[in-house]
């Protein structure tokens, strides 16, 4: 539509029509843009969840980790002092096997 339309003629019925037409679906652009915005802040909501609760588990491996460390150390350590008992036990068993084998 033209911008040189006089202001002293009324606005015909064709041109009316248009700028309805024209409100119309800007009003439709409008609402379509703000049900868009509604579902990508909804996204955002969801994304934040997601992070919190990943972030929260994290945090409790963390805390697992940090609470069964130093059960390992100590089964590391036992498990080292039984291998050393067991070694001495089967070296001094076989030493006593040679012992009684050559003394007969």
């Known amino acids: 539509m033209s911008n040189d ?3 002293s ?6 041109e009316l029509g248009y700028i309805l037409e024209v409100n119309k ?3 439709s652009i409008y609402n379509e843009v703000a049900k868009q915005n509604e579902d990508v802040l909804q996204s955002l909501d969801d994304i934040k ?3 919190d609760a990943t972030e929260q588990l ?3 491996n963390k805390t697992s980790l940090a609470n ?3 059960k390992i150390d100590s089964i590391d350590k036992n498990l080292l002092r039984l291998v050393v008992i067991f070694s001495t036990i089967g070296v001094g068993t076989i030493i006593n096997i040679l012992i009684q084998f050559f003394h007969k």
Not at 9 to 14: A, C, L
């Open 9 to 14: 003629k009324p606005i015909t019925s064709n």
């Open 68 to 70: 069964i460390s130093p």
């Open 25 to 27: 679906k800007s009003v």
């Open 49 to 51: 969840e997601k992070t």
């Open 5 to 7: 339309h006089d202001e």
């Open 58 to 60: 994290a945090q409790e």
